[in-house]
Each structure stands twice: as C-alpha cells, then as structure tokens.
C-alpha cells in the first residue's frame, strides 16, 4: 500500500528544540513514527470500512501531502475520505492535508473541521505515550514477528507481574534477572533489546531496537525509548527519541531528549517546582518563558546536546541542539542552540569542533554524518551566531 508523504509548516518553532531529524513524518510518537502510525491507521480503516473507501483513501495518499504535527485518528481518516479532491484541508489557519497539484484554480479552495489533534509542543511526546503505546501493540507486535510472554518459557530469574500478554517481545531481545511489570500497561521490547540484571520496570513501556536497560535501572511508564538507546539510573514518563545515552544514575523525568544526546553521570532533572506550581517553558517563537498548564515537565533536549556530569536542569529546562552543558549549580531554564559552558558562563560551540564530535559520536553506533546534515547544522550554527 502506498505510504503518506508530509510536509513542514511549523513556522512558529512550537516542537522546538527537535529540528528536521524529527520532521516530514519522522518524529516517534509512542512505539512508531508519524509515518508508521498515520499507513497503520489507514490500513485498519481501509480493511474496516465500505469497499469503496479503499481507492478514495489511496488517491489522497499518492496526490497529496499531511502536515507532520498532524496525528492519526479515525476521525482525522474519516475528514479525509470526505475531503472533495482538489479542496485542501485545515483546522483554523493549519493547513492539515494538501494536494500536490491543485488543477481548479491559483488559490486552492480550502475545508475547515472543528478539531483536529494537532501537535503543539514536545511535551505532548511524553503526555500522549501511554496511549500511544498501548495502541500501537498490535501493530509493533506484527512489525517485529514479535511474540508475548504468554507463549514464551521465559527464564526462572525474570518475574512478571500482570498479564503476561502484554509484555511483547521481539527477536534477540533478551531479560536478565529482572521485574517486569505489565498491570498497568504493555512493554514492548524491540529487536535485539535487552534489560540487564536486577532492573524494575513498569509499563506502559517501548524499548527500541538495539537499546540498553542498563544493571539496577528503574523505569516508570509510559515511557518510550527509542532504537540504539543506553539507559540507567531512574527514569518516569520521558521519551528518548533514539541513540541518546543516559548511561548511569540520576533521575529523568517527564523529558523529552532527542538524539545523539549524552547525560553525564548523576545528571538530574527537577520534573516540579517546590511551591507546586505551573510550569513555565521557554516559547522560541516569544522568546521568553511561558505558561504551560503542566505541573510535571523536566528537560526538553535538542539532537547532539550533552551534559557533565552532576549537571543540574531546573524545572521545565529547554535545551537547544548541539550544546555542550557543564559546571555546578542549577542550569538556566533555556539553554539556545550551539552554547558551550554552564552556569553564568557561555561561549557559542565552535563549528568545526561540533561536527567532529558529532561525526565520532554517530560512527559509534555504525551511522555517518551526510553532507546535507552537515550543511543543515552550518545553517543552524550561522542562524545561532547572527543572534548572539
């Protein structure tokens, strides 16, 4: 079947700091990416409704475009399947579905619908993954060839507690001598996986491909874990986006990091203001500190940010891409793009030096820095230093 195709219009930077590594329907949401979820959907719908939806849903996917903030629903497939070809779609003034070539006019005539669940900040990453993840078991569960626990003669050290069911696990994914606790939630263990010895797990729970639980680990869902991860210390409803490291103690929690990034030993993140109030976050569009209706939120960290250790993050701390943090005390509540220091002292990271980490960084995990990234990163970099 044809997959969805997506375009970009986050003008306002409302998922900063992820950049374009998590845009064009790459960004994980739960246990699958927004292209995964939105041809999984389809699928579902097409096989579970009128015959003759089939072909209106396929040509909407080979002639045209969804916004990449844009999540599934069935109410979201069933705006489409009713969408009048050549009409775009949108919800207030974000555009949601496009055509590729409008033949009626200049200036496409356009649908408006009601309500649409339309991204808006990253911290929805972690608020939605429970959901995400226990909807997505079916489909990860094909996806692997994974099979449950239920049909698994699982070693006499590893305890389950709950339906075994819902512990899924893939080909080559291995538990040592750990709990593993699915009563309020799946766990979901990718290929080649691996829980080291004498960890606590809790699910609503996605473990990537190639990634680590590491010794002693404490793991509260939802959270979700992407591929060719290094996981330690205590973690509570976050979300690594892949080939991030936090590889020994501390606390993360309610975060979203994204990838390539490093948390140095002991590095902890407050999730809650002592007075227990609200949570204000930085808004690159205002550039300044904004209201977020959350009472949890930790860290928000950019691709190929990392930090020392004993690094400290406030409450509802932003981090751009591409810094390196380190020093005593608690951090500022945003760090921008490209800093190098910590405390009240900061240098912009030197480009060349950036890149030549982060070329060494990705070929630890077999992966090559292209020059389109490189030259993405220069853009960045140079955007960066005009406003410093």
Request: hydrophobic share 35%.
């Amino acid at each position: 079947m044809t997959n969805w195709t997506f375009f970009h219009d986050d003008q306002g930077d409302r998922m900063y700091p992820l950049g374009a590594a998590h845009q064009n329907g790459d960004l994980q949401i739960g246990a699958l990416t927004l292209s995964e979820a939105w041809n999984s959907l389809t699928k579902v719908s097409i096989t579970t409704t009128k015959q003759d939806i089939g072909p209106n849903v396929r040509i909407r996917m080979q002639e045209g475009q969804l916004n990449d903030r844009w999540l599934p629903t069935t109410e979201a497939i069933e705006s489409l399947i009713q969408l009048p070809e050549g009409v775009d779609l949108y919800f207030e003034n974000f555009p949601l579905f496009r055509w590729n070539q409008n033949k009626n006019s200049l200036k496409p005539a356009r649908e408006t619908i009601p309500k649409a669940d339309l991204l808006q900040s990253p911290t929805e990453l972690f608020i939605g993954a429970g959901k995400w993840i226990e909807d997505q078991a079916q489909e990860v569960l094909g996806k692997w060839g994974a099979t449950t626990a239920a049909n698994l003669a699982l070693p006499a050290h590893v305890l389950i507690i709950g339906p075994r069911e819902n512990l899924i696990v893939a080909p080559g994914a291995r538990i040592l001598a750990s709990t593993i606790n699915t009563e309020s939630g799946p766990v979901l263990l990718g290929p080649d996986s691996e829980i080291q010895e004498g960890c606590n797990i809790r699910g609503p729970l996605y473990l990537g491909a190639h990634s680590i639980v590491k010794m002693g680990a404490k793991i509260y869902g939802p959270t979700s874990i992407g591929d060719h991860c290094r996981i330690g210390g205590e973690v509570s409803n976050s979300v690594f986006l892949g080939y991030s490291n936090k590889g020994h103690d501390g606390f993360v929690g309610n975060s979203v990091i994204g990838h390539w990034c490093n948390l140095g030993a002991a590095t902890n993140t407050s999730n809650l203001k002592s007075n227990y109030s609200q949570v204000k976050l930085w808004n690159e569009n205002a550039q300044a500190l904004i209201e977020s209706d959350l009472q949890f939120c930790g860290l928000i960290m950019g691709d190929h940010s990392k930090s020392g250790i004993n690094t400290m993050f406030n409450t509802g701390s932003v981090v751009g891409p591409g810094c390196n943090i380190f020093g005593s005390g608690f951090q500022p509540k945003h760090i921008p793009p490209f800093s190098w220091g910590g405390g009240v002292d900061w240098n912009i990271h030197d480009f060349a030096k950036f890149i030549k980490t982060a070329s060494a960084v990705m070929e630890r995990r077999g992966q090559k820095l292209t020059e389109t990234e490189i030259e993405r990163w220069r853009i960045e970099h140079q955007h960066r230093t005009a406003k410093a």
